[in-house]
C-alpha cells in the first residue's frame, strides 16, 4: 500500500469516528483568532479559551492591542505561559498589521509569517480556519500521531508539513488537523495510548511496535 493509499483510508476512518471537525479555538473573527492562535503556544486551548473569555471583552480591537500596556498585557495572558514574549509578540503583530496591513488579517502565507510571533502553524490556522485556504498545521498532536502512524519521519514541524502536504489530498488539508486533534486527545494519548482501542492500529507502525515489546 503507497503511503496515499494509507492516508485516504486513515481519513476516512477518522471522517467516520469524529465527523466534521472544527476549530478548537473560539473566536468571532480573523483578529481574534489570530491571538488565541498565538497564545496557544504551549498552553491548552482550554486554557486559551478561558483566557480569551475575558480577554476579548477588555481589548476589542486591532488597535486596543497595539496600545495595550506590555505589563497590564503580560498580566492578562499570564495563565497560557510564555506571557512575557506572547505578550510582547501580540502588541508588536498588532502594531505592524495596522501600519502594513490597513488593520486587516492577510491571508498571504508569506505576509502572515512576516508578522512578529506568527510561525507556520500560527498562520495555517488562519489560512484553514478563517480563509478556507488547504493548509496544514502541524501542533503537537499531528506530530505525534503522524510519526507513530509512519506517514513522516521527520521531527521538524516545517518538514512534517510538507511530508504531509504530498500525499494528503488537498480537500482533507483542514480537517486532517482537527481530526488527528481529536484522536490524540481520545485514543492516541501521549505517552499512554490506547492501542488496544485504536481503529487506526492496522495502520499503525508505532502501535505494533509498541504491542510487541509489551509480550
Ligand atoms: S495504534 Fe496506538 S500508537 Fe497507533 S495511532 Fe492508535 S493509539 Fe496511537
Not at 468571532?28 to 504551549?42: D, G, H, K, R, V
Not at 513522516?152 to 511530508?163: A, G, L, Q, R
Request: with cysteine.
Amino acid at each position: 500500500m503507497t503511503k496515499k493509499e494509507k492516508i485516504t483510508e486513515i481519513l476516512a476512518l477518522l471522517e467516520l469516528h469524529y465527523g466534521p471537525t472544527k476549530c478548537y479555538l473560539n473566536h468571532e473573527n480573523p483578529w481574534q483568532l489570530l491571538i488565541a492562535t498565538m497564545l496557544s503556544a504551549q498552553c491548552t486551548d482550554d486554557r486559551v479559551n478561558l483566557v480569551t473569555k475575558d480577554l476579548f471583552q477588555k481589548y476589542r480591537s486591532i488597535q486596543d492591542f497595539a496600545q495595550a500596556n506590555l505589563e497590564e498585557l503580560e498580566q492578562d495572558i499570564h495563565s497560557t505561559g510564555f506571557y512575557h514574549n506572547k505578550a510582547k509578540n501580540i502588541i508588536a503583530c498588532c502594531q505592524k498589521l495596522l501600519s502594513e496591513h490597513n488593520g486587516e488579517i492577510p491571508s498571504d502565507i508569506d505576509a502572515l509569517t512576516a508578522l512578529p510571533g506568527v510561525g507556520r502553524k500560527t498562520a495555517n490556522v488562519v489560512r484553514g480556519n478563517w480563509y478556507g485556504i488547504p493548509s496544514i498545521v502541524v501542533d503537537t498532536h499531528v506530530k505525534r500521531v503522524s510519526n507513530l502512524l509512519g506517514l513522516t519521519k521527520n521531527s521538524d514541524p516545517v518538514k512534517i508539513e510538507f511530508d504531509l502536504m504530498k500525499i494528503t489530498p488537498k480537500d482533507k488539508w483542514i480537517s486532517i488537523n482537527t481530526q488527528m486533534i481529536a484522536h490524540g486527545r481520545k485514543i492516541c494519548i501521549a505517552r499512554r495510548p490506547k492501542c488496544a482501542e485504536c481503529f487506526l492500529f492496522a495502520y499503525c507502525n508505532g502501535g505494533q511496535k509498541m504491542q510487541k515489546t509489551k509480550k
